[in-house]
């Protein structure tokens, strides 16, 4: 990994004190995703990341999720599902709830996102409690789909995030 980009990312995160609610210290990526340089140069580190492997499908987590998911998937020659918060999806759904940092909530996927032993890896903007991805991981093993690991732009070790996922987890910036 480059320290270079790592440096770059971190000059860029905004830091939000007390959102979504008090006490919560917030890691804005907005401004990365402002700078197109950086944004294509976190893009192909997380690419990277399973460059050369054979990747099915690469899955999001709503909402920025989306954003590095749907961005990397092409890169890895595979296509994107989203795992969306409830009555987002229109088809018969397969779901798993959790708990996050500062609340709960519900993705959903559809019930035929996946074949049977399709090869996924997990992409999403930021690794806290490992909440959201720990139910992500499970619903693609629900749809049958094997999960090669995950990767954050973000991930605020302090919170443990990693130990709540059984599957290699890569990030780029960790605080």
């Known amino acids: 990994m480059s320290d270079a980009l790592v440096d770059a990312v971190k000059a860029r995160i905004r830091n939000v004190p007390d959102f979504p609610k008090p006490g919560i210290q917030f890691k804005d990526i907005t401004p990365v995703l402002a700078d197109a340089r950086l944004f294509s140069d976190c893009v192909n580190w997380v690419a990277g990341q399973y460059a050369g492997e054979y990747v099915d499908q690469v899955i999001g987590m709503e909402s920025r999720g989306f954003i590095f998911g749907a961005a990397v998937a092409p890169q890895l020659h595979a296509g994107f599902i ?8 229109p088809w018969n759904k397969i779901s798993e709830t959790y708990d996050l940092e500062y609340g709960s909530n519900t993705l959903e996927i559809h019930e035929d996102a996946f074949k049977p032993g399709d090869k996924v890896v997990v992409v999403d903007d930021l690794l806290a409690t490992g909440g959201t991805a720990a139910a992500t991981v499970a ?10 690991g995950c990767v954050f732009l973000v991930e605020l070790g302090f919170l443990d995030g990693r130990s709540k996922l059984d599957v290699p987890v890569h990030s780029l910036v960790v605080y």
């Open 82 to 89: 989203p795992a969306r918060k409830p009555g987002k999806l």
């Open 139 to 148: 619903l693609c093993r629900k749809a049958g789909a094997e999960v090669l």
